[in-house]
């Protein structure tokens, strides 16, 4: 029957007896303590003067590209983009991409063949998830940030492996021991693709770039959604590649490419960033400021996403609540989205935040836990 929704009902009312029902709200007032906007890019002036002026002085940038990048779509900006991408992280190419989603899609959905095993980080952002599943080749999971059981793993497989991790992880706000990763990589020959969506802008140019593992790594994913106050992603990899993609990845070749003001605030965005260093160090202090208030967290020391255990769903939105009340916007995780037992209130620092804020929300959030 046409109109019969009853199946997506049924689901949707599970959802809401359990607790996990997703609705859009209006993004509400408040001091941010929940975006990924970690330098404060999205909402600066000055940069945002920069891209006026630049759309101003060629209004084209703002109509759409025509077409996907093989056909009508491959503008003069994207192309010089990517090279100026390239250079800076030091690797051979670039290949834009309108979101980190597509990237990731586009990457771990066609590299990998039939014969292959692609072996992630059981905490791996859900893209690499949903890519795995347009691929053929084998998916495993190994424990988080674990590499012995990456290795255990590794040993017993014998096609080709591609290992995908995070540098920063979104949750748990902690890092991959990405040393030790490729160590064992090396070892047994497999393929390393690291994303660095939290880390980019954050650690400079991200720990790849930090640590020169350029030669290690056979891709790196940044986007620039986050600390870069824009939008749309980079693969970081070798020509061969790039190539490869450019020619049997369908994220990327059906879909119109965005249009040049994207990419023309992304390369503005790197200008901003290197001009502005002041921004990150600030970000460094307020890390400093929220973690000397001594809260129990499994976050890294130096990251910007650091999560509060409140092991109860009701204690948590209380928590929330409350912040909320007293102007704060944080992210409640519940359970079942993580396990039981390990529900947080999920926080990002910023440039912006200020001193007495930091202090404000700590002091809330100790009388909870
Ligand atoms: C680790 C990670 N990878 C990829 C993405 C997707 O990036 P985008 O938001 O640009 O699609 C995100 C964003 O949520 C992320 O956290």
């Known amino acids: ?62 109509s759409g590209s025509t077409g996907s990048r093989l056909i009508s779509g491959n503008s003069t900006m994207v192309t010089e983009t990517e090279n100026f991408i390239a250079k800076e992280h030091q690797y051979q190419s670039a290949l834009l991409f309108p979101s980190g989603y597509s990237a990731n899609l586009a990457l771990f959905s066609t590299l990998p063949n039939r014969h292959d095993t692609i072996i992630v980080d059981e905490q791996i952002h859900r893209s690499v998830h949903d890519a795995c599943k347009m691929s053929l080749a084998k998916k495993l999971k190994f424990k988080h940030n674990d590499p012995e059981h990456l290795e255990q793993i590794l040993k017993r497989q014998d096609g080709s492996c591609y290992v995908g991790i ?22 047994y020959k497999a393929k390393l693709i690291v994303d660095e969506a939290h880390a980019f802008g954050v650690f400079g140019y991200g720990l790849v ?32 590649v790039k190539s490869y993609l ?34 990150s160090i600030k970000l460094k202090e307020n890390i400093k400021i929220f973690r000397d208030q001594h809260l129990k967290s499994p976050s890294a020391e130096n990251s910007p996403i650091q999560a509060i255990i409140v092991p109860d769903n009701h204690q948590l939105k209380a928590l929330k609540e409350t912040l909320l009340v007293n102007g704060f916007l944080t992210y409640a995780v519940f359970s079942p989205t993580v396990k ?10 910023h440039s912006f935040n200020t001193e007495e804020e930091i202090l404000e929300l700590t002091r809330i959030i100790k009388k909870f836990v």
């Open 340 to 349: 039981e037992g390990t529900e947080r209130l999920r926080i990002c620092l």
């Open 246 to 279: 450019i020619n049997f990845a369908s994220p990327f070749i059906y879909s119109t490419s965005a249009h040049d003001f994207l990419w023309m605030s992304v390369k503005k965005g790197y200008d901003f960033l290197n001009m502005n260093s002041e921004l």
């Open 1 to 62: 029957m046409l109109n019969d929704f009853h199946h997506f009902q049924e689901a949707l009312e599970k959802r809401k007896e359990s607790g996990t029902l997703r609705i859009l709200r209006q993004k509400e007032q408040g001091i941010d303590f929940y975006s990924n906007d970690y330098l404060g890019l999205a909402g600066n002036k000055d940069f945002q003067k920069v891209l006026l002026k630049n759309i101003s002085e060629n209004p084209q940038l703002l």
């Open 166 to 187: 995070e540098s920063l992880y979104s949750m748990d706000g902690d890092m991959a021991p990405v040393k030790e990763i490729i160590e064992i990589i090396e070892k």
């Open 209 to 240: 770039d930090k640590f020169q593992l350029q030669e290690k790594v056979l891709a790196t994913v940044v986007t620039y959604g986050k600390a870069l106050g824009t939008h749309g992603a980079a693969i970081l990899t070798h020509d061969i």
